[in-house]
């Protein structure tokens, strides 16, 4: 019997097999599309006119990266990107956290009714027509006011949050304020010292919408000077032929490392907020799933 309870039996053992290939090849459908822009991004731009499809690098030059950071534009959108990303991350994270530690106290007055126009916002929006004439009516066109305060708080992210909050235990207040400190005081000296796993979760969601910003600066941003990586990125996938020279490379040059410029700028653009994603991997999924345990 105890040698019978350690043993698989042939149609379990077939399904593992099966789930092991399945997710080898996911995984491999997964890494080479990376595999590719990363290769070609890092290939001499004759070699790429031979070999169309590569996941090694073939004739291993850095020409492509080179070049943009040669130019003003790439760099200079990597900073106002993370500009974006840091100011734009805490913006959302104070924002969000004091609006759901205030909605998770069940004293608040009008606590339902703010909590149904919250609801509301996830449902309905005033449309991209109004949106624009409210943001020009405030005169925040061409500013960073305009990527950052429209969505300053996320209604899902802030109901998620505020479960978290109603499910700590409400003793640690309670002894807090025998002790004589206020809800400030419980807020960032008990509360969010408690919520780390939430807290680095929801950084992370902000942070890559942030870095990812692009149809609100087109749609707000008419100073190219101000625009993030991600336009800048869509200009150069569309016209990279057409980006000017530089003191290093005359016109024919970039019209040959033009299919490498794209792949460089992606890796430009999407490693940054590739290094930070294993930072808070451990906080993720826990972090996601003990805010939406009840409601």
């Given at each position: 019997m105890r040698a019978w309870v350690g043993r698989k039996s042939i149609g379990s053992k077939l399904f593992?097999?099966?789930?092991?290939?399945?997710?080898?090849?996911?995984?491999?459908?997964?890494?080479?599309?990376?595999l590719h822009i990363l290769s070609v991004s890092l290939s001499d731009a004759q070699a790429l006119k031979v070999k169309a499809f590569i996941l090694l690098p073939t004739d291993f030059s850095l020409d492509a990266y080179r070049y943009i950071f040669s130019l003003e534009t790439v760099p200079r959108s990597l900073l106002v990107t993370a500009g974006i990303t840091v100011v734009g991350t805490v913006v959302n994270l104070v924002f969000t956290l004091t609006m759901a530690y205030s909605l998770a106290r069940k004293s608040l007055v009008g606590r339902r009714s703010i909590m149904l126009v919250v609801?509301?916002?996830?449902?309905?929006?005033?449309?991209?027509?109004?949106?624009?004439?409210?943001?020009?009516?405030?005169?925040?066109?061409?500013?960073?006011?305009?990527?950052?305060?429209?969505?300053?708080?996320?209604?899902?992210?802030?109901?998620?949050?505020?479960?978290?909050f109603q499910q700590l235990p409400p003793g640690l207040e309670e002894s807090a304020k025998i002790d004589g400190a206020n809800d400030v005081a419980i807020l960032f000296r008990i509360v969010l010292p408690l919520s780390l796993p939430v807290i680095a979760t929801f950084t992370l969601f902000y942070a890559v919408g942030h870095w990812n910003t692009f149809f609100t600066a087109i749609m707000y941003m008419n100073d190219t000077s101000k625009w993030p990586i991600q336009v800048v990125l869509r200009q150069i996938v569309?016209?990279?032929?057409?980006?000017?020279?530089?003191?290093?490379?005359?016109?024919?040059?970039?019209?040959?490392?033009?299919?490498?410029?794209?792949?460089?700028?992606?890796?430009?653009?999407?490693?940054?907020?590739?290094?930070?994603?294993?930072?808070?991997?451990?906080?993720?999924?826990?972090?996601v799933l003990l805010g939406s345990i009840k409601g």
């Open positions: 593992d097999g099966f789930n092991y290939i399945f997710l080898t090849l996911f995984a491999l459908f997964t890494v080479v599309p990376f609801l509301f916002s996830m449902l309905f929006n005033g449309g991209m027509i109004p949106t624009y004439l409210l943001i020009r009516q405030l005169g925040m066109l061409d500013t960073y006011w305009a990527l950052l305060l429209p969505g300053a708080i996320s209604a899902f992210n802030l109901i998620i949050i505020k479960n978290f569309i016209v990279s032929s057409q980006l000017g020279e530089s003191a290093e490379f005359d016109a024919s040059e970039i019209s040959s490392l033009s299919e490498s410029i794209k792949m460089s700028v992606i890796v430009v653009a999407t490693l940054p907020i590739l290094l930070l994603y294993p930072f808070l991997q451990k906080y993720f999924v826990k972090g």
